[in-house]
């Protein structure tokens, strides 16, 4: 059975040999890398820009970019017929394809981020693993795991003078600045891997780079306020359980409002620009009006109108951008407009894979995806529903595995949590 079979129902006058090769796995693909950039920019919009209003998120952001990170990987490893050879992108990396490029700008990212979250938790891996060391025998074995855990994280360096601390602090602004345009070209290239198909009609624009990239910034800041705000309510619940103060219905809300006012200032921005350059596109496909154009035309104002107009613009973009803009921001309409812009990122990654492989290069026949839902095999399961949510999650699992050793909310000094 030919690789994209199974999915693909065809229409009118196709090319026996085409089929829809790229499926979910590779829409979840430039997804997942969107929201690690967008994390790392949120993040840095405080180290470098010295935004203090985003104090409270900033290092959030920076820990989920840092467990995003091995999940940019998983949708590429589960789309490979063999996915052992996927090591030698790692291992023998080079500029003579956009492709294999990732493996240099994936192992320079990787470094940036450990290295940023090293000198940003330095202090705290010290004082942590003095603090347990100092309970003696009355240490849990948990309370011993992590111990040793901080106390291998510190490196040997246990210099918490004033001096190491400012050099700590230049070193983080120097590692955020430098990894800003990295993380922003490991997602743009996936744009440029796109809009540099001379072959495919809808891909081949120069403006496909930087919408990827805005939308990812969109993407990564949504992801990041969405769980900020949940994990703030679910962290606040469980310590007024532990107080035994009884019920919390209309408690009142434990997350820093201001935060959320702030960063969904620059989510608005961000997503305003988005849609600005992706109508920009479609305006000047139309006015240019070439050869290709009458068979773009009919897949994008009739065939794909819904999953454009409707789920991506519509739904996507212009609904959250009301929602954000309306005055006196609410915790619930800030988590309605993020899935909301988080929907709409996902549906344009959608369009540009999926759509992008839906017309015939007979320009006279149509290819229809199915989504495979229930995993009757490997290659539904990998290529399937169940394959995307996986993708999904295994980040979630190691952020909160990374929280665990990386505190992500201030605490008080010497807590033994």
């Known amino acids: 059975m030919v690789h994209g079979e199974i999915w693909t129902i065809k229409e009118l006058w196709v090319l026996p040999n085409e089929y829809i090769i790229w499926a979910i796995q590779i829409v979840m693909y430039p997804f997942m890398t969107g929201l690690v950039a967008g994390s790392f920019v949120l993040s840095s919009l405080y180290h470098v820009f010295g935004i203090k209003k985003l104090e409270g998120i900033a290092r959030f952001a920076l820990v989920f970019s840092f467990a995003l990170l091995p999940g940019a990987l998983i949708p590429l490893l589960l789309h490979l017929q063999h996915p052992e050879r996927s090591i030698n992108v790692m291992m023998t990396p080079h500029f003579t394809s956009a492709i294999a490029a990732f493996g240099i700008v994936f192992s320079c990212y990787f470094a940036i981020v450990a290295a940023e979250i090293w000198f940003l938790y330095r202090r705290h891996f010290i004082d942590h693993s003095r603090y347990l060391q100092s309970l003696g025998k009355d240490r849990t074995f948990g309370q011993r795991v992590l111990q040793l855990v901080h106390t291998i994280l510190t490196l040997g360096s246990f210099e918490t003078s004033e001096e190491s601390m400012?050099?700590?602090?230049?070193?983080?602004?120097?590692?955020?600045?430098?990894?800003?345009?990295?993380?922003?070209?490991?997602?743009?290239?996936?744009?440029?891997?796109?809009?540099s198909v001379k072959a495919n009609a809808l891909w081949l624009t120069p403006l496909m780079p930087v919408i990827f990239i805005v939308s990812a910034v969109v993407s990564g800041i949504s992801l990041c306020l969405l769980s900020y705000i949940i994990v703030s309510e679910v962290r606040s619940r469980r310590g007024r359980r532990r107080l035994g103060k009884g019920k919390l219905k209309g408690a009142a809300p434990s997350v820093d409002i201001s935060v959320i006012k702030m960063t969904s200032k620059f989510l608005l921005i961000f997503l305003a620009t988005a849609v600005s350059l992706e109508l920009l596109d479609l305006v000047f496909r139309g006015y240019t009006a070439l050869n290709s154009w009458r068979?773009?035309?009919?897949?994008?104002?009739?065939?794909?109108?819904?999953?454009?107009?409707?789920?991506?613009?519509?739904?996507?973009?212009?609904?959250?951008?009301?929602?954000?803009?309306?005055?006196?921001?609410?915790?619930?309409?800030?988590?309605?407009?993020?899935?909301?812009?988080?929907?709409g990122v996902l549906m344009m990654r959608y369009n540009v894979v999926i759509g992008g492989q839906s017309f015939s290069q007979t320009f006279a026949g149509y290819m229809h995806y199915k989504l495979p839902v229930i995993p009757y095999d490997v290659e539904r399961l990998k290529e399937g529903l169940v394959g995307a949510l996986i993708v999904f999650s295994f980040p979630m699992l190691l952020f909160y595995i990374y929280s665990k050793v990386f505190p992500v909310f201030p605490r008080q000094p010497h807590s033994p949590d």
């Not at 109108?305 to 005055?327: C, D, E, H, S």
């Open 166 to 195: 400012r050099k700590d602090h230049k070193a983080i602004k120097l590692l955020a600045s430098a990894g800003i345009p990295v993380a922003l070209f490991l997602h743009g290239y996936a744009g440029f891997i796109f809009g």
């Open 295 to 343: 068979i773009l035309k009919d897949a994008l104002y009739v065939r794909d109108f819904r999953n454009i107009f409707i789920l991506q613009y519509g739904l996507g973009a212009f609904v959250p951008l009301v929602m954000l803009l309306l005055p006196r921001l609410t915790l619930r309409r800030t988590v309605v407009a993020t899935l909301l812009v988080l929907w």
